[in-house]
């Protein structure tokens, strides 16, 4: 469970998040939406102890992140997995030793465990034919997935999600968000996920953030995303026609 | 005051690059890379460039000796003299800026681009101490290749001045032994060590904190390139006036 109170971040005068707070419950996949711009990246930073907020904290299951130590920060960056946008993976190392790259730095298993380790994340993850190829040789679809694999590697209890479906195809995507729900509610862990993509709210939203200018403007799950009225939500949500039509079908079935 | 923030910034990444180390499993192999990847992968254009550059000085030499009071062996002399106190530790520097510092800040500029930097942040690994530190261990035997240089630059002015009827052998010979001063190699080295530091960390401090796409990874090389000339050069003319002043 991670826990957000009234947290402020400004950069060169700039005051990009104003007083955010919220709660990210475990086994859960929670969502931060919002336009460009909202302060979304600069939130998850700060999640990810990237970024310190000049005010406010931010607590792991009751570690409040700014009363560490760098010793206690380190150990709870450990307990965090990231997948990033672009994936992020090491270029000059092949599937498997991204994978097992976590577990060769901060762990002392011997080489067998690791590969045992790497072989169960990328079956879980149906990559495992893939081991031996570079990040060069697999789709980009194929990439997340490894990226996905190397951050549960190491058994997290929190994931970060950045744009997990940037750059995919609507197959593709909905492949990744479902991984990333199954393996949410399998390892148990606290999984929040930065995007734009209103399929991923529908399909896997069990808490939805939505930002706006730097503020919480609303919050919910996907069934209640449905019934809101806030102007700013409906507006960012159903801005595409189907959305519209969908939302609409929804309102006079429940009618 | 942007300089002065820069040379700030570029003594506190050297500082963070020798605290919390990398596991020694891993920094060993990364080390191996590196000194495959900065040192053997250079031998052969400091191998190239010193046999010709030898060459050149050593025909130079020759041609403006016009009187006859001055004697054969000054070819030799002056090759040895160029090649050890100024070519070998000083240009060859100068053609690395270009060729490891280059790669250095490209690929270090790309990871960061492409979020790798970030990713090794977010495991909780000391970014710094896993991509610079084993280059700065590798060039640490930068030192060997220079030695090379040295020795194909003095053997390239033979060649052209033995072969090129110039210098008869015995006459080279004997200029590249007259006058031996063996500090003129520990200053040589000792400026070389200082260089190779210079060689890893510039172009890392621009790859690690440059900002943007690809086309900012283009123009964070060829900043770094000047600077690292830049920095060669002045840190040359200091270390000469204090050892040989």
């Given amino acids: 469970m991670i826990k957000v109170d009234n947290i402020h971040k400004s950069f060169d005068g700039t005051h990009i998040l104003k007083g955010v707070e919220t709660l990210f419950e475990k086994g859960k996949t929670n969502l931060i939406i919002g336009q460009s711009g909202s302060g979304k990246t600069v939130f998850l930073k700060c999640l990810l102890g990237l970024f310190i907020p000049e005010e406010g904290s931010i607590s792991y299951d009751g570690k409040i992140y700014k009363n560490l130590t760098l010793e206690e920060r380190r150990d709870l960056r450990q307990e965090m997995g990231m997948v990033f946008q672009g994936s992020a993976l090491f270029d000059s190392m092949t599937v498997s030793g991204n994978v097992m790259f976590p577990l060769e730095m901060f762990t002392k298993q011997s080489k067998s465990e690791m590969q045992d380790r790497v072989d169960t994340v990328l079956k879980r993850v149906n990559l495992i034919d893939a081991h031996h190829k570079y990040p060069s040789e697999i789709s980009g679809g194929m990439q997340k997935r490894v990226a996905i694999a190397r951050a549960i590697v190491m058994n997290p209890k929190y994931l970060f999600c950045d744009e997990p479906n940037s750059g995919l195809d609507p197959r593709t995507s909905i492949i990744i968000d479902n991984l990333i729900k199954e393996i949410t509610e399998e390892y148990d862990i606290t999984t929040v996920i930065n995007t734009h993509d209103m399929n991923s709210v529908m399909q896997i939203g069990e808490k939805i953030v939505f930002l706006k200018n730097g503020l919480k403007e609303w919050e919910g799950s996907k069934l209640e995303i449905f019934k809101t009225d806030n102007k700013a939500v409906t507006d960012f949500v159903y801005s595409s026609d189907l959305f519209k039509k969908v939302r609409q079908m929804y309102i006079e079935e429940k009618n | ?245």
Wanted: aromatic share 14%; hydrophobic share 55%.
């Fill in chain 2, 1 to 245: 005051m942007k300089y002065l923030a820069s040379i700030g910034s570029y003594a506190i990444m050297v500082k963070e690059v020798f605290k919390k180390p990398t596991k020694w499993s891993i920094m060993k192999s990364l080390i191996l890379k590196e000194i495959d990847e900065l040192i053997y992968g250079s031998l052969g254009i400091l191998v190239f460039i010193s046999f010709f550059i030898g060459g050149v000085v050593a025909i130079q030499t020759a041609l403006n000796i016009t009187s006859e009071l001055i004697p054969k062996n000054l070819v030799g002399f002056a090759t040895r003299q160029s090649i050890i106190l100024e070519f070998a530790p000083t240009f060859c520097s100068i053609i690395m800026a270009g060729k490891v510092g280059s790669y250095i800040t490209s690929s270090i500029g790309t990871m960061r681009v492409t979020e790798q930097i970030d990713a090794l942040e977010v495991m909780g690994v000391n970014a710094l101490n896993y991509l610079i530190f084993p280059k700065i261990v590798a060039l640490m035997l930068y030192p060997f290749i220079i030695a090379i240089a040295m020795y194909v630059g003095i053997f390239g002015g033979w060649v052209a001045g033995v072969f090129g009827g110039f210098s008869t052998s015995a006459d080279f010979i004997e200029g590249i032994q007259l006058d031996f001063i063996p500090f003129h190699i520990t200053y040589s080295f000792l400026k070389t060590i200082v260089f190779a530091f210079v060689l890893a960390t510039i172009p890392s401090y621009h790859g690690f904190y440059m900002k943007g796409g690809a086309l900012e990874v283009g123009k964070a090389s060829t900043t770094s390139f000047v600077w690292t000339s830049v920095v060669i050069i002045i840190i040359n003319y200091i270390l000469t006036q204090l050892l040989l002043g």
